[in-house]
């Protein structure tokens, strides 16, 4: 499979608890987008990178959230003493971008992780 | 401000009827990219177009067809004998210099054998 792969599909856990979700990106793409969905909503950007650097976060993204991506291929996305209010899916995309000839090519998505915080 | 506003929240459709989604964009920027995705149950969002903001041209792909004006910040998407497996919600997005998608808020398309 060579899509944009997400790991958990599915996660539950408790109030207060940490959770880690892990983004496998196309391979040769350098862009690496995370993005939160809720019910009934489109998803809204969380954060990007480009290669290893995290480019842009959103302010959506409170103190309890990180990302990383270490080496410039896999991301994870951590969120530290979850609320109920964190309960969503979150989405993993990735793309190519080449500043030789910049244009917004389109992004592939993976699966999601639906998190769900009891 | 970027926003994009799919204002249909659910659409249901018999088979082979044609169903046209709207999607209206702000933006402010002179260079931007439109994108549809669908979003079918599996929760996997499939890109089904791209159109920057200097191509108006309209685009067919088959049953597809997607039509692009500026003068009314609209980028409208039309499905022509629509199917069951058609059934998903469709997002309209929007792209500025920093690529990152925003989305409207998805039209659920019902079609119904």
């Known amino acids: 499979d060579t899509g944009v792969s997400q790991d958990p599909r599915h996660k539950i856990t408790k109030r207060g608890q940490n959770v880690t979700f892990r983004c496998d990106p196309i391979s040769e793409h350098n862009r690496l987008y995370w993005y939160r969905q809720t019910l009934g909503q489109g998803p809204e950007f969380l954060t990007y990178f480009q290669n290893e650097a995290q480019l842009e976060k959103s302010r959506l993204l409170s103190d309890r959230f990180s990302a990383e991506r270490p080496k410039g291929s896999f991301s994870t996305l951590e969120i530290q003493r979850t609320e109920q209010g964190d309960s969503a899916m979150y989405l993993c995309?990735?793309?190519?971008?080449?500043?030789?000839?910049?244009?917004?090519?389109?992004?592939?998505f993976g699966q999601g992780t639906r998190l769900t915080v009891v | 401000a970027q926003k994009v506003t799919q204002a249909q929240t659910e659409i249901s459709v018999v088979e082979k009827e044609d169903v046209t989604l709207d999607c209206v964009y702000e933006t402010r920027d002179t260079t931007y990219y439109l994108f549809w995705y669908k979003q079918p149950p599996s929760g996997e969002l499939v890109f089904l177009i791209r159109?920057?903001?200097?191509?108006?041209q309209n685009e067919i792909s088959g049953r597809y067809s997607w039509n692009f004006q500026k003068s009314t910040s609209s980028f409208n998407f039309t499905i022509t004998a629509s199917q069951v497996v058609d059934s998903a919600v469709y997002f309209c997005?929007?792209?500025?210099?920093?690529?990152?998608?925003?989305f409207g808020t998805g039209t659920r398309l019902q079609v119904f054998p």
């Open positions: 997005a929007l792209s500025e210099v920093t690529d990152k998608l925003i």
């Open positions: 159109r920057n903001s200097f191509d108006e």
């Open positions: 995309a990735s793309s190519t971008w080449d500043r030789a000839a910049p244009s917004n090519t389109e992004a592939f």
